[in-house]
């Protein structure tokens, strides 16, 4: 007899051929092909749910690219999935690969997913069962077996070897060692044999749900074993190897699972990630370095040298000077760290240090880009349109190929400019997904354009979008109409009225028309019912940014403004009662409040204005709405009632003075009067601490004002100089708030004014002011050296001869 046949015997016996396997394991996934070609099974028998069976001939299709997962969700609740990855370098993608090339059937045998799903889950937030491989039977059993509990077969045995990195282990002993010497066989002989021993010493492992599995697996290998006799090979987890081996009565297998719950389940394929692969909790399948395995899986030979040139040429494109003669050397160095440390041949850890020291010179900041970009990866999988999917991933991939929007695993910006019709409808489509809850992208602040033409998008494709996915689609087989069926719903059982505007500008932004005159109605309701001013105050900013887009976007905003304007109006009335008598957070909640208010007043002003204009009627538009200016004067008027009442808080006080000094409803000497009266040895240091945060603070840019009127400053610094020791320490809080908003640039001019002193700090008193620092007039010479600038800024080069110079420092 061989050393082939005796090595068969010893993993197979008179029974099927067991091939013990670590999940995502490139030395295994060599392992099961050579095997697999020695053994030529006439079934091979996988690992996985059985109802993806009619699945496996999609991966013969050449629009699939792991990596990829099985993806199996509840019909009746999407959201209790689970997923199955598998990558390139993984043993199951091997097998099934080798029986589509090979026209031998491949079937899985692991416990149906309908079950799966309805194990009930002791651990909120945890994944169901899923596809880890050796963490299979770690995610089933989290519900049952305490962590410190369960044992980690190859941390076990590495240590026992006397490693105390169990990759480090894996890679010495599976990774680096090849298939076996003219037996194919061998490695997967030794490795049951050694699960076998932990299996006698230590029982289920903590892995107490695995009985289960393992005695369904068991009866698909008898199954299949009456079908097809002695040709059967078996693709699963090392861990399960001996469980399957052994002999057990048919009957004491189905005991185990009479009973078991069940949930009707559907299944499909979806596109996976290197990153998701590389997480150990989430969906992650627990390995720490995809990008590394895929590399040592697809390298035909020295793959050492073949990854120290791929990190070169990474770090090339980000500009940094590596050349042939650092790799040569980073090689020789991995090298030698290997034979140092005992190894048969460099692993991640040698060549990481030696990148470290050769490419990055000892910095790990580049070395950082190397792991994400090569360690780990970013390789995103692909599916075929044959796959199955819900209705609403139908429509959503139909409309992200017409608008060439390609999901990809690396976070990307998107610049959107939505006076094309493109563009548009890309983020009409991504505000309609956020609306769904499938996060695809995330608006962030535009560079370069604040206007309301352009969006930036933060764009990242993950795994469990597919599942966010499969979960809306209860609400429609589009996207616009499941978008439209979820606004109309959550604007009936929004909690308050703040979540009733931001619908509504979300809404506008998503371009749901059918959804819009719902979510109107439920508005207009909830505000005629809310008396609360807070509330109130909390809606109106997120209304009338609504109305900023109605241009752009060809929407009729005339219900939002009369819904605004009657908001705006409530708020002018029950503002100044609601001022008074608040503690410090209350007051600088509604300090906050003002702020957004009169921003929002602002915005509401001009579309008030522009609806008057386009109506043609004045009387007519007055009836339904305060008129354009009317608007802005009734809030300053509210200002003026809020600077001028002892009983409002310090710092909304100080806030409405601010306001109105910055809209030039308040002169200067005015406002240096109040402030000197708030400052005075009578007013109690701590209110007139929350004034001053009030006048200056809160990012409104009084830093600036203080740095150009310095008789405001000499009051800040006089009243400063005279707080009493005792009552100092009290303020210091609120000023250090204050002050420590400022930019560095104006908290040193800041510092440098009052070390001068009173009368020094000005670069001079222009004749007549009596001022330091500023003159009577307007230094019209002075002016004019901006104008070249401000008509650059404004695109008016061309007409520079017919510009006129006094509107252009009108608008400077």
Not at 752 to 764: A, D, I, K, T, Y
Request: net charge negative; aromatic share 4%; glycine share 12%.
């Amino acid at each position: 007899m061989t050393g082939t046949e005796q090595s068969g015997d010893r993993a197979s016996g008179a029974g099927p051929l067991l091939l013990g396997v670590r999940h995502h394991g490139p030395g295994s996934a060599r392992a099961v092909r050579a095997a697999l070609a020695t053994a030529r099974p006439r079934v091979v028998l996988i690992e996985g749910p059985p109802e993806a069976d009619a699945l496996i001939p999609l991966a013969a299709d050449e629009d699939m690219r792991p990596p990829v997962a099985l993806l199996a969700h509840a019909v009746d609740e999407p959201g209790r999935s689970a997923f199955w990855p598998l990558a390139e370098f993984s043993p199951e993608w091997v097998a099934i690969r080798w029986a589509l090339d090979h026209d031998v059937p491949a079937r899985f045998i692991d416990l149906p997913a309908t079950h799966t799903l309805a194990w009930e889950r002791a651990e909120p937030g945890e994944p169901p069962a899923g596809g880890d491989g050796e963490s299979d039977s770690d995610a089933a059993d989290r519900a049952v077996a305490p962590v410190d509990a369960r044992i980690d077969p190859l941390g076990v045995l590495a240590e026992a070897a006397g490693y105390d990195d169990p990759e480090r282990w894996w890679e010495d002993v599976v990774e680096h060692r090849g298939v076996g010497e003219g037996d194919p066989i061998a490695p997967f002989a030794g490795l049951e044999e050694a699960m076998g021993a932990l299996r006698e010493t230590y029982g289920s492992g903590g892995h107490d749900r695995d009985l289960v599995r393992e005695a369904y697996m068991r009866l698909q290998v008898r199954a299949a074993q009456r079908e097809f006799g002695d040709g059967v090979a078996v693709v699963c987890g090392a861990w399960h190897v001996p469980a399957l081996r052994q002999k057990s009565a048919v009957a004491a297998d189905r005991a185990l699972l009479k009973g078991l719950p069940k949930v009707k389940a559907d299944m499909t394929w979806v596109p996976w990630t290197y990153g998701r692969l590389s997480r150990r909790s989430g969906y992650g399948a627990g390995i720490d370095s995809p990008g590394w395995y895929g590399h040592l899986f697809g390298a035909p030979d020295r793959p050492v040298e073949r990854w120290l040139t791929k990190v070169a040429g990474l770090l090339r494109d980000e500009d940094r000077l590596v050349s042939s003669a650092h790799v040569i050397e980073a090689v020789r160095l991995a090298e030698t760290l290997a034979a140092m440390r005992g190894r048969p041949l460099p692993g991640l850890s040698e060549t990481t240090d030696a990148v470290r020291a050769v490419m990055c010179e000892g910095s790990d900041v580049p070395l950082a880009l190397v792991h994400d970009r090569l360690v780990v990866g970013d390789v995103l999988g692909e599916v075929p349109q044959a796959a199955p999917a819900v209705p609403l991933q139908r429509d959503l991939d139909r409309i992200r190929r017409r608008l060439r929007l390609k999901p990809e695993a690396l976070e990307r910006e998107l610049e959107l400019d939505l006076r094309k019709d493109t563009d548009a409808e890309r983020s009409r489509l991504l505000h309609r997904l956020r609306l769904l809850g499938v996060g695809w992208g995330e608006p962030v602040a535009s560079r370069g354009s604040t206007g309301t033409f352009r969006e930036t998008w933060r764009l990242r494709w993950e795994p469990e979008l597919s599942v966010r996915v499969a979960e809306a689609g209860v609400w429609g087989t589009t996207v616009l109409g499941a978008a439209t069926a979820k606004a109309e719903a959550d604007a009936v059982s929004a909690l308050g009225l703040a979540d009733v505007t931001a619908l509504a500008e979300r809404c506008l932004l998503a371009e749901l028309p059918d959804a819009l005159p719902v979510v109107m109605r439920v508005l207009a309701d909830r505000a005629a019912l809310d008396a609360d001013v807070g509330h109130l105050a909390q809606a109106l900013p997120a209304l009338v940014r609504t109305l900023r887009y109605g241009d752009v976007r060809g929407t009729d905003t005339g219900a939002l403004t009369e819904v605004a304007a009657g908001l705006a109006e409530r708020i002018f009335v029950g503002l100044p009662p609601a001022c008074a008598a608040l503690d410090a957070d209350a007051a600088e909640e509604m300090r906050r409040h003002v702020d957004a208010v009169h921003g929002a007043v602002g915005l509401l002003g001009d579309a008030v204005g522009s609806a008057h204009g386009a109506t043609g009627d004045g009387e007519a538009a007055s009836a339904s709405a305060p008129a354009h200016g009317d608007l802005r004067e009734r809030w300053c008027g509210v200002l003026r009632v809020l600077s001028g009442r002892d009983t409002v808080p310090g710092v909304v006080r100080g806030r409405a003075v601010r306001l109105l000094l910055d809209e030039g409803e308040l002169a200067q000497d005015e406002a240096a009067r109040l402030m000197g009266l708030v400052l005075s040895p009578g007013t109690p240091p701590g209110d007139a601490a929350a004034w001053i945060e009030g006048f200056v603070g809160g990012g409104s840019g009084g830093g600036m004002l203080l740095v150009h009127d310095e008789r405001l400053l000499g009051l800040v610094d006089a009243w400063l100089t005279g707080v009493p020791a005792e009552a100092f320490t009290d303020v210091l809080p609120l000023l250090r708030r204050t002050f420590s908003a400022y930019e560095p640039g104006v908290r040193r001019t800041l510092g440098e004014l009052v070390r001068r002193g009173p009368g020094q700090r000005g670069s001079g008193a222009a004749a007549g002011s009596g001022i330091p620092g500023f003159a009577a007039d307007l230094d019209s010479e002075r002016a004019d050296a901006v104008l070249p600038v401000v008509r650059l800024l404004l695109g008016l080069d061309g007409d520079a001869e017919s510009a006129d110079d006094n509107d252009l420092v009108g608008v400077a």
